[in-house]
C-alpha cells in the first residue's frame, strides 16, 4: 500500500489497452462506492482535501468536462478549469508550454483532453503531476470505456461472454477503442458494424467480429453502443446524406427487436437523434443513457480518488 500522500508517477491513466484487468477492477469496485455517495443529500467528503487538480480542454466538452469538475468538488479537492479558447493557446502557446506553466503552479493531477492522439502520453513524459486522459484525437478516451463497462456490469451482472455490438464511426471513434480493449479483457465478444468508410483498415487485428450490415452486429446482441456520427464525416464524402445514414445504418425499434429481448442501448453523447438513434429507442425502457452520465461521475470520482491516494481502502470513504 502506498502512502496516501504520494502522488505515483505510475498512476497515470492514459488507455485501457494498457490498463491491466486488476487496475480496472478496482476502479469498476470502487465506482459502486462512489454512486452511493452521488445520491447521498451530502455529497462533500474530505478525501481529496488540499489536492489541486486542473482539467484542461483543448477540444469541447460538456458531459466529460463538467463530471471531472464535480468529480473533484464531490471529494474535496480543487478543480480549476481551463479550455483552450480562454487560455494562452490562442496567442500562440505550445502544449509544452502550457502544461509546464501548469505544472509549475503546483497541481496534482491534470485531466486532459487534446485532438492530437498522443497527447497524453506525451504529457506524462513531461510533467511530474498525474495525467488522465479525458480524450485524445482517436486514440483513447478511458474514462468513457470505464463508465460504459460500469453501466453494463450493473445491469448484467457480469461482462463474460456477452455479446456487445458498437455502431458507426469506429474509425475516428477513442470511445470505440476503448470500449473494444476493455471488454475484451473481461471476456466480452464485441462485434463492429458501421459504413466501410468509418471502420479502420486491419480493425480484425483488435479482434472484433467486423459486419457490413448493422442488423448481423445487433442480431441477438446482449449491448448496443451506437456512436456519435459527425456531420463533418458527410461533408467529407464518407457517407451519402444524413438521411441515407438512418436509413441504413441508424438503430431504430425495428432493428432493436432483433437484438435481445433484454438488451440495453448506450450512446457515449451527445445524441443525433433521429441519425444514428431514433427518438423511440434512446428514450426507451431498454436506454441506459442517462446512467452513463450519471455512472461517469461515480467513474471519475473513482479515478481521481484512486489515481491521486495511491489506493487507499475503502472504508476510508465510507
Not at 490498463?19 to 477492477?25: A, E, K, M, P
Not at 478549469?81 to 496534482?108: C, F, H, P, W, Y
Not at 431498454?286 to 446512467?291: C, F, L
Request: a positive charge.
Amino acid at each position: 500500500m502506498m502512502n496516501a500522500g504520494a502522488t505515483p508517477k505510475t498512476n497515470h491513466l492514459l488507455g485501457l489497452r494498457e490498463t491491466d484487468v486488476s487496475r480496472i477492477t478496482d476502479i469498476l469496485d470502487t465506482a459502486r462506492e462512489m454512486k452511493n455517495i452521488i445520491n447521498r443529500d451530502i455529497k462533500k467528503l474530505p478525501t481529496l482535501r488540499g489536492r489541486a487538480i486542473v482539467t484542461l480542454f483543448f477540444e469541447p466538452s460538456t458531459r466529460t468536462r463538467t463530471s471531472f469538475e464535480l468529480a473533484g468538488k464531490y471529494l474535496g479537492a480543487d478543480v480549476v478549469n481551463i479550455t483552450a479558447a480562454a487560455s494562452s493557446v490562442v496567442k500562440g502557446e505550445s502544449l509544452r508550454d502550457t502544461l509546464l506553466t501548469v505544472e509549475a503552479m503546483g497541481v496534482d493531477a491534470i485531466v486532459m483532453r487534446h485532438s492530437a492522439e498522443g497527447a497524453a502520453h506525451f504529457a506524462s513524459q513531461l510533467v511530474k503531476p498525474v495525467i488522465i486522459n479525458a480524450g485524445d484525437g482517436a486514440h483513447e478516451h478511458p474514462t468513457q470505456g470505464l463508465l460504459d463497462l460500469f453501466t453494463i456490469r450493473e445491469r448484467k451482472q457480469n461482462l463474460s461472454g456477452l455479446k456487445v455490438a458498437i455502431l458507426g464511426d469506429i474509425l475516428h471513434s477513442r470511445v470505440a477503442r476503448s470500449n473494444i480493449w476493455g471488454l475484451q479483457k473481461f471476456g466480452a465478444e464485441v462485434h463492429v458494424a458501421g459504413p466501410t468508410t468509418l471502420m479502420p483498415v486491419d480493425i480484425e487485428k483488435m479482434g472484433v467480429i467486423v459486419h457490413h450490415r448493422v442488423e448481423d452486429a445487433i442480431t441477438d446482441a446482449d449491448v448496443i453502443n451506437v456512436l456519435r456520427i459527425q456531420k463533418e464525416r458527410q461533408e467529407k464524402g464518407l457517407f451519402p446524406t444524413a438521411r441515407e445514414y438512418a436509413r441504413i445504418f441508424g438503430v431504430n425499434a425495428k432493428r432493436l427487436a432483433l437484438a435481445k429481448p433484454d438488451a440495453m442501448i448506450m450512446h457515449p453523447g451527445p445524441m443525433n437523434r433521429g441519425l444514428e438513434i431514433s427518438h423511440d429507442v434512446a428514450y426507451s425502457n431498454q436506454s441506459s443513457i442517462q446512467e452513463q452520465v450519471q455512472n461517469g461521475v461515480a467513474i471519475r470520482m473513482a479515478t481521481l480518488f484512486l489515481t491521486l491516494t495511491g489506493g487507499k481502502t475503502l472504508e476510508t470513504i465510507n
